[in-house]
């Protein structure tokens, strides 16, 4: 662990991995890649190495 708490991203990764896969069958049963692209939803998850200016989060 490090000190400070870094600040990341959250990220599902069941659902990256699930995705993955479906795409991948997907590709192979003869989809284009280019029309299966997702976006899937994801957070800031924020910690002591985040600095405030003037009481807002940067």
Not at 2 to 19: C, E
Not at 28 to 54: C, F, M, W
């Amino acid at each position: 662990m490090s000190l400070p708490r870094l600040t990341t991203v959250a990220q599902p990764i069941y659902k990256i991995g699930y995705k993955a896969v479906r795409t991948l069958q997907d590709v192979l049963d003869g989809a284009s890649p280019a029309a299966l692209r997702t976006y899937l939803p994801h957070h800031i998850i924020v910690r002591e190495t985040v600095q405030k200016v003037n009481g807002e989060i940067f």
